[in-house]
C-alpha cells in the first residue's frame, strides 16, 4: 500500500513570490495534516482539512493557506514568501472524523528554500 | 515553558545500551505519539498510546496518564537507531510535538 506521498521535494522560491506544496494521503484516508519544521525548531502544526474543509488551524498568518480536493489530496499555497519561511514542510495523513483518533502517517516532506 | 518537554535533548550511546527517552507533557490529551526523524527529514511513526504500554521488536513505549509522563525505551541499541526522537501529544485535534531527542548510537 502506498505511503503519504509530498511533491515537489524540493522547492526553491525567492521573497515576494508564491509557493504551492502537494500531498496525497494514504488511501482510504480522509483527514490530512499539515506542519512546519524550520531550521533548529522542532515540528509546529499548520494546518488540519478532514472530508474537504479546514478543521483547525495553527497560530500562523493568513498568507498560509490550502484546500483538500474530493480525492483527498491537499495543497498549501503560502503567498508572499519570507526568508523565514525556509523549512522542511511535513504532510500527514489519517483515518478522519468519522473515527476515533487515529494514528498520523507522514510524508517524506517538501523542503522549501526561500532566497 | 513548553506544553511538552523531552529529556534528555542530546543521548549518545554504545551499541547494546539500554535506552530510555522521557515525555512530560502539561495538557489533557486524548493519546500520545512517538515518533522518530531521519537525517533526511522522513518521519515515522513508532506508536500511538493512550494507556499503558505497547512493544514492537526492540522498542517499548509506556504511558502514564495520571502523571501525565511517557517513556520510549530501546533495548540492545543499534547504530541504525540514531535518529531523532519526537514525542507527540494529541490535543483535541492537533498534534504537539517536543522539541525532539538527539540519539546517537556508536559500535
Known amino acids: 500500500e502506498a505511503g503519504v506521498t509530498q511533491s515537489p521535494t524540493h522547492l526553491i522560491k525567492t521573497r515576494g513570490q508564491q509557493a504551492t506544496l502537494r500531498c496525497s494521503p494514504i488511501?482510504?484516508?480522509?483527514?490530512v495534516y499539515w506542519y512546519q519544521q524550520a531550521l533548529g525548531l522542532g515540528l509546529q502544526f499548520l494546518l488540519w482539512?478532514?472530508?474537504?474543509?479546514?478543521?483547525n488551524r495553527g497560530n500562523f498568518p493568513p498568507r498560509f493557506s490550502g484546500r483538500q480536493f474530493p480525492n483527498y489530496s491537499s495543497e498549501l499555497n503560502v503567498n508572499a514568501l519570507e526568508l523565514e519561511d525556509s523549512a522542511l514542510y511535513l504532510c500527514?495523513?489519517?483515518?478522519?472524523?468519522?473515527?476515533?483518533?487515529?494514528?498520523?502517517?507522514f510524508g517524506p516532506g517538501t523542503r522549501l528554500t526561500v532566497l | 515553558k513548553n506544553e511538552v518537554e523531552q529529556s534528555p535533548q542530546n543521548l549518545t550511546a554504545q551499541e547494546g545500551e539500554f535506552i530510555t527517552i522521557n515525555c512530560s507533557y502539561s495538557?489533557?490529551?486524548?493519546?500520545l505519539h512517538w515518533l522518530q526523524q531521519h537525517p533526511g527529514g522522513g518521519i515515522v511513526s513508532l506508536f500511538m498510546?493512550?494507556?499503558g504500554k505497547k512493544k514492537h521488536g526492540r522498542l517499548i513505549a509506556t504511558i502514564n496518564i495520571q502523571e501525565k509522563h511517557s517513556s520510549l525505551h530501546i533495548t540492545a541499541s543499534h547504530p541504525r537507531d540514531s535518529a531523532v526522537y519526537i514525542c507527540?501529544?494529541?490535543?483535541?485535534?492537533?498534534?504537539?510535538f517536543g522539541t525532539g531527542t538527539r540519539l546517537q548510537v556508536f559500535p
Open positions: 498510546l493512550s494507556s
Open positions: 482539512y478532514d472530508e474537504g474543509e479546514e478543521r
Open positions: 495538557v489533557g490529551i486524548s493519546a
Open positions: 507527540a501529544v494529541i490535543d483535541t485535534d492537533k498534534l504537539i
Open positions: 500527514a495523513s489519517s483515518l478522519g472524523l468519522a473515527a476515533s483518533y487515529n494514528e498520523q502517517f
Open positions: 488511501s482510504g484516508h480522509t483527514s
